[in-house]
């Protein structure tokens, strides 16, 4: 099942010979962070093992939010919608970003109250979020039929493209001297006197001083094979887009049974907001204890399941030499199947909630692999036994909105400047140092 079309990407074909930093990975996060780093003045390296913003990057929602963040994600998140105000103008090129609003529907007066006090989390903020009434919604969203409490609305949040994000941003950080790979792998690190002195790639080697592994869901593993433990695992949502469709609504929903948004060519894309599918494997029980806490929170909104994607990952190495074939070279794209039950069942909730729906045509379904830890908040941080060697990644599903934030929050942990925000919640080193690891409700 192919993923969504993403705009055309080509890679360089000379390898640098030495840069400063090498980003290891090319979605929306690996990219950012090499603009950032580039418009500093740094010489870099972006290496993807296959096309640009292929993964995760463009199979997200598209949503641009800061509501229902992780509190400790607000500042980082505040800091994104800042940048994504002068994004295109800073790229030059469209990214289809919008400011429309975002609602999150409650269904009784617990989940309101939860709501109202998730609100207390922008204090501080020149941030309008306030409560609607099921009037006010049904006034903002018309020819709906959802019967609510009423719904948390943040208007300055918004949506982008996904399809489009991930590749602006790496050809505007080409444009400014990055060089950017495409299906280049890189195999692993290279030390010196215990310290970052280059990377190995399937294409050759780049001497550097520094690097970012943004590797999304492939992390752990080439983590793993550089020796470090980095608790995560894939939780994958399926996703449909349908062709354009008149009179349904501007602002992006979420609500028990369904999740939208409108997109840029008058569609609509369309998930579940609260079922996802985790295949059981390997990697599930490495990071068994690691996940238990969340697993008492979030269970419900899990669909575990077994088959043979345990075989499959199974069979990949966790360890392999810098001279032969890395899995990331076998494996150029991860492109899970999705659940057309779950699509199904939450175009059917949509369409009962809102009729115009009963209009609407598939024009294509995908799924995509959400790298998640175990307190839902992504590292941002670099490695304190590894100098020289830097981790973003994790970033459970909020990647897509806070990635411009979160490039520019990396780039001044490894050049040294004064963060943007506190980097202290994403550190790598609480999965080490005894921190206690919770999931904080969004709420």
Request: one cysteine or more.
């Amino acid at each position: 099942m192919p993923g969504p079309f993403v705009v055309p990407f080509h890679g360089d074909t000379e390898l640098p010979a030495k840069v400063d930093v090498v980003v290891i990975g090319g979605g929306a996060i690996g990219a950012s962070t090499a603009l950032e780093l580039v418009e500093r003045g740094l010489k870099v390296a972006l290496c993807e093992k296959g096309g640009i913003g292929h993964e995760q990057s463009s199979r997200n929602w598209g949503w641009v939010r800061i509501s229902r963040r992780d509190p400790r994600e607000v500042p980082l998140m505040a800091e994104a919608l800042r940048i994504w105000d002068g994004q295109a103008e800073r790229l030059g090129r469209d990214v289809g970003y919008t400011r429309a609003g975002i609602m999150f529907t409650c269904a009784n007066d617990t989940e309101f109250a939860q709501h109202e006090r998730w609100m207390k989390n922008l204090e501080g903020y020149q941030i309008e979020s306030r409560m609607l009434t099921q009037r006010e919604f049904d006034a903002i969203c018309p020819g709906g039929k959802l019967p609510i409490k009423g719904a948390l609305y943040t208007p300055l949040d918004g949506r982008a493209e996904p399809q489009k994000v991930a590749p602006a941003v790496a050809e505007a950080a080409r444009e400014r001297g990055a060089h950017v790979m495409t299906e280049c792998a890189v195999r692993g690190i290279d030390t010196k006197a215990g310290k970052v002195c280059g990377v190995f790639t399937e294409r050759g080697y780049i001497a550097c001083d520094a690097a970012v592994l943004a590797g999304g869901a492939w992390s752990s593993l080439f983590a793993r094979n550089t020796g470090l433990r980095l608790p995560q695992l894939k939780v994958i949502n399926s996703v449909l887009r349908t062709k354009p469709l008149e009179g349904g609504p501007e602002a992006a929903i979420w609500s028990n049974g369904f999740a939208i948004r409108k997109r840029q060519d008058g569609g609509y894309t369309i998930a579940n907001g609260f079922e996802n599918i985790a295949d059981i494997v390997p990697d599930s029980f490495r990071f068994f204890k690691d996940f238990m806490p969340a697993l008492k929170h979030e269970w419900r909104s899990l669909v575990m399941r077994g088959g043979l994607r345990f075989l499959d990952e199974a069979r990949i190495p966790n360890h392999w030499k810098m001279d032969e074939a890395s899995p990331f070279e076998y494996c150029r794209v991860l492109d899970p199947k999705p659940s057309f039950s779950l699509q199904d069942r939450a175009l059917n909730n949509l369409r009962k909630a809102f009729p115009v729906f009963a209009k609407a045509e598939v024009a294509q379904r995908w799924a995509g692999a959400i790298d998640v830890t175990p307190d839902a908040v992504p590292v941002i941080s670099g490695v304190d036994t590894l100098p020289g060697f830097y981790i973003a990644t994790g970033f459970s599903g909020h990647g897509f909105g806070i990635s411009p934030a979160a490039g520019r929050l990396m780039a001044d942990i490894v050049t040294g400047h004064m963060p943007c925000v506190d980097p202290a919640p994403f550190r790598f080193s609480r999965f080490s140092d005894g921190s206690k690891i919770e999931l904080i409700s969004g709420f």
